[in-house]
Structures are given as C-alpha cells and as structure tokens.
C-alpha cells in the first residue's frame, strides 16, 4: 500500500511537471512579466518615487518654519551695569534660555514658486523617462521572443539538412561500392555533413542564448522553458500616424526631454530671483533665566527684507549654469525629435523591404526543393555530379533560412515601427 500510494505521488509530480514544461508561454505573458519582474525596470521604478519626494520638499516653502532651541549658558562673574555711579547686576552668573521662533517667506519674487514648478516637471520627466524604459524592455522582450521562435524554425532547417547530407552520403556509399563513383564523391558528403552538423549545433546554442535573454528580461529562472506561441504577430494594426507631431506627443522619451526642459526654465527662473530682496516676517518666543529682569519671557513679532549684496559670483554662475543647462536640454530634445522621425522612416522601410522578402522567399523555397529533387535524380542515375547535388542541399537550406529570417524580421520590424511611432 506504502509503495502504491508513493507510486501516485510521483506520478501526479511528473503530469505536473509535464505540464507545466508544456504549457504555451504566450507573447503577451512574457509582456506582462517584464513589467512585474525585469530588474531593471524594478530598479527605475524608484526614480519617479523620489521625485514625488522632491515635489514634497519643495512645497515646505509654503509652510513657516519653526525652529526652538535652550541652552545653559555658564559665566565667570555676572553681567552688570552702572548707573549714576551705582553698580549693579542686571544678570544671573548661570542661567538657562528657551526660545521659540517661526518664520515665513511672504514674497521672494517667484523663486519659490519656480523652485516648485520645477520639481513637478522633473517628477513629470521621472515618470515619462520611467515609461520610456519599459518600452525598451518590451521591445527587446519582443526581439528576444521571435528570435526564440526563428532559430527554433532554423534549428528544423539545419536538421533536415543533416538528414539530406546523411541520406546523401549512404547513396554516394553505395555507388562508390559498385565502383560507379570515386572516394571523392564520400569525402565531399563527409565535409558538407561535418560542415551542416556544425551549424546545426549553432542554432541550438543560439536558441539557448535567446532563452537566457528572455528569461533575464522577465525576471524568471536561467533554466525556466516553455513552449512558445507559433502564431504570435505583431502585424495586427500598425500603421505610422497622420503625422510627426502624433508620434512625437506619444513617445514617452521626448515627453520626458520637453519636461526636462520645461524643468530647465524653471530652474533659470529661480537662480534669476536670487537677484532680487526676500520679504518676511518672524514672530519669537524667548525666555531667559534671569532674576534681576522684570520679565524673563518676551514675545516679539518681526517683518523685514534681506538681499544678497555680494557672494563672490556664486548667484551670477549659477544663473549661467542653469542657462547653459537649459540650451543643453534644448539641443537634446531637438536630437530626439529627429531621432524619432528617423526612427519612423527606417521602420517603415524595414516592415515594407521584410514583406516583399517573404514574398520572394516562399517562391525561392519552391524553387529549391524543385532543384534538389532533379539533381538526386540524377544523380542517382548517375548523369549529376555528387557536388551538385550537395549544393543544391545547401540552397534549400539557404532558402528556409532566407524565408524564416524574412517572417520573424517583419514581425520585429513591426514592433519596432510602433515604439517609434509610440504604440507599443
């Protein structure tokens, strides 16, 4: 019963197992867990978090501020005064001190409001720069995901190529034996078969290499794999806007340089204020030990102005920092907006050049295979030569490379097109 019932048990394991490794791994799956689980988007997620913080830093200038201190202040003798030739003390030798103060900014021309803008901007820029980076991971998910799918269909090839080579061989064998062909014609089928095993165990390793890629963008184990989606497409849909300004309003990294900017002339703003008086007002409470006083304890209320009259050039370069920041951000924006449109222009190429080489590729398939099926033909009734035979191999197997390279580059071209184009 004890060996029945662990026989179940690891039969159950196994069919979960099974499974499991069976179960199809979809391309939206694999989208959905680069967002969850890509550590690079984990780890840029806190950007736009911090800057949230930034914003809450800068709006505590709207508040007062409110400082209190005490003290014990110990002295060798006590302080005193004369008064019409009578000394007396007017304060304790040892005494202890309290005070309360508040004080608030009641206008400093636009510097703390620019100060504030500013944050917001960059926290705008955090989140769009943030977006920017899981749309890079989508993209290279998605390079990953039909690679996987294309050196699958290229490893089939290269197997059947080792099949044909081998099959060749066994003809080229036989012939050889009855004397029909020479020694050459199996040395030859020996190298192309060396030469078509090689690439064979290429395509595995790549395939092995694109896994990894993939399991490292989705955040999931070196070893994890599982069957993937043979009808995945990205060619549902995709067409470039009516024009540029639709394209460049939804990529997420030029919103993020047009806050950056924006964030710029704040920050100009700012540094230009510091030029100008800061009026505000200060109200204290104070007490002090001391009982030579009538009253210990004073309340005072304070309003003034206070400008800056020289600081050694620090207000005058900063103010032409920011400026040349500014021009910087501006210059960047420019070179993205460019780089989008570009972007555009080689996608589309790509998708059209990828859908006519489909095109050519299935007819060249057929051709191919039509050719090597006359040449083992003639092979075999000895009109052919062993190398033609052996090339035309090699021309289907270049046929089936040519068409699979086609269809998965029209599949990532598309994606490509929608990043740039900002849809994906």
């Given at each position: 019963?004890?060996?029945?019932?662990?026989?179940?048990?690891?039969?159950?394991?196994?069919?979960?197992?099974?499974?499991?490794?069976?179960?199809?791994?979809?391309?939206?799956?694999?989208?959905?867990?680069?967002?969850?689980?890509?550590?690079?988007?984990?780890?840029?997620?806190?950007?736009?978090?911090?800057?949230?913080?930034?914003?809450?830093?800068?709006?505590?200038?709207?508040?007062?501020?409110?400082?209190?201190?005490?003290?014990?202040?110990?002295?060798?003798?006590?302080?005193?005064?004369?008064?019409?030739?009578?000394?007396?003390?007017?304060?304790?030798?040892?005494?202890?001190?309290?005070?309360?103060?508040?004080?608030?900014?009641?206008?400093?021309?636009?510097?703390?409001?620019?100060?504030?803008?500013?944050?917001?901007?960059?926290?705008?820029?955090?989140?769009?720069?943030?977006?920017?980076?899981?749309?890079?991971?989508?993209?290279?998910?998605?390079?990953?995901?039909?690679?996987?799918?294309?050196?699958?269909?290229?490893?089939?090839?290269?197997?059947?190529?080792?099949?044909?080579?081998?099959?060749?061989?066994?003809?080229?064998?036989?012939?050889?034996?009855?004397?029909?062909?020479?020694?050459?014609?199996?040395?030859?089928?020996?190298?192309?078969?060396?030469?078509?095993?090689?690439?064979?165990?290429?395509?595995?390793?790549?395939?092995?290499?694109?896994?990894?890629?993939?399991?490292?963008?989705?955040?999931?184990?070196?070893?994890?794999?599982?069957?993937?989606?043979?009808?995945?497409?990205?060619?549902?849909?995709?067409?470039?806007?009516?024009?540029?300004?639709?394209?460049?309003?939804?990529?997420?990294?030029?919103?993020?340089?047009?806050?950056?900017?924006?964030?710029?002339?704040?920050?100009?703003?700012?540094?230009?204020?510091?030029?100008?008086?800061?009026?505000?007002?200060?109200?204290?409470?104070?007490?002090?030990?001391?009982?030579k006083a009538l009253e210990q304890t004073i309340m005072a209320a304070f309003i003034g102005i206070r400008v800056n009259l020289f600081d050694g050039f620090a207000?005058?370069?900063?103010?032409?920092?920011?400026?040349?920041?500014?021009s910087r951000n501006q210059d960047a924006l420019r070179q993205a907006e460019s780089q989008v449109r570009l972007e555009i222009d080689t996608s589309k190429n790509d998708v059209n050049v990828?859908?006519?080489?489909?095109?050519?590729?299935?007819?060249?398939?057929?051709?191919?295979?039509?050719?090597?099926?006359?040449?083992?033909?003639?092979?075999?009734?000895?009109?052919?030569?062993?190398?033609?035979?052996?090339?035309?191999?090699?021309?289907?197997?270049?046929?089936?490379?040519?068409?699979?390279?086609?269809?998965?580059?029209?599949?990532?071209?598309?994606?490509?097109?929608?990043?740039?184009?900002?849809?994906?």
């Amino acid at each position: 019963m004890r060996n029945l019932l662990f026989s179940l048990f690891i039969t159950s394991v196994l069919l979960v197992s099974a499974t499991s490794w069976g179960a199809q791994l979809t391309l939206r799956e694999c989208l959905e867990r680069a967002k969850e689980h890509n550590p690079g988007l984990k780890a840029a997620a806190w950007t736009p978090r911090i800057a949230q913080e930034d914003i809450r830093q800068a709006s505590a200038a709207d508040y007062p501020r409110i400082d209190a201190q005490a003290g014990y202040t110990a002295q060798q003798t006590a302080q005193g005064a004369k008064l019409g030739g009578i000394s007396a003390e007017t304060q304790q030798a040892d005494y202890a001190s309290a005070g309360l103060a508040a004080t608030y900014t009641i206008y400093d021309f636009g510097r703390r409001s620019a100060r504030q803008q500013m944050a917001r901007a960059l926290a705008d820029s955090s989140a769009q720069s943030f977006e920017a980076r899981r749309t890079d991971v989508a993209l290279q998910v998605i390079e990953a995901y039909f690679s996987i799918l294309e050196t699958g269909k290229l490893i089939t090839a290269a197997a059947d190529e080792v099949a044909q080579v081998e099959e060749h061989r066994r003809v080229a064998q036989a012939l050889f034996e009855e004397g029909v062909v020479t020694r050459n014609d199996v040395l030859q089928a020996d190298v192309r078969l060396a030469a078509a095993r090689q690439k064979l165990l290429t395509m595995k390793n790549r395939r092995e290499n694109n896994w990894l890629q993939l399991n490292f963008l989705t955040g999931s184990e070196a070893g994890f794999r599982a069957e993937l989606d043979e009808g995945a497409t990205f060619s549902g849909g995709t067409a470039a806007p009516l024009n540029e300004n639709d394209a460049l309003s939804r990529r997420h990294d030029v919103l993020a340089l047009r806050h950056g900017v924006e964030a710029s002339n704040m920050e100009v703003r700012e540094s230009k204020a510091a030029f100008y008086p800061e009026l505000y007002t200060q109200a204290d409470l104070n007490y002090v030990q001391n009982d030579k006083a009538l009253e210990q304890t004073i309340m005072a209320a304070f309003i003034g102005i206070r400008v800056n009259l020289f600081d050694g050039f620090a207000t005058t370069a900063t103010t032409e920092k920011a400026v040349r920041n500014r021009s910087r951000n501006q210059d960047a924006l420019r070179q993205a907006e460019s780089q989008v449109r570009l972007e555009i222009d080689t996608s589309k190429n790509d998708v059209n050049v990828a859908s006519e080489r489909i095109s050519v590729a299935e007819t060249a398939i057929r051709q191919s295979e039509e050719n090597l099926r006359i040449n083992k033909e003639r092979y075999r009734e000895r009109v052919g030569t062993a190398t033609e035979v052996l090339d035309a191999q090699t021309l289907v197997t270049q046929a089936r490379t040519d068409y699979y390279s086609a269809l998965y580059d029209y599949q990532v071209s598309t994606a490509r097109l929608k990043r740039a184009v900002g849809e994906l």
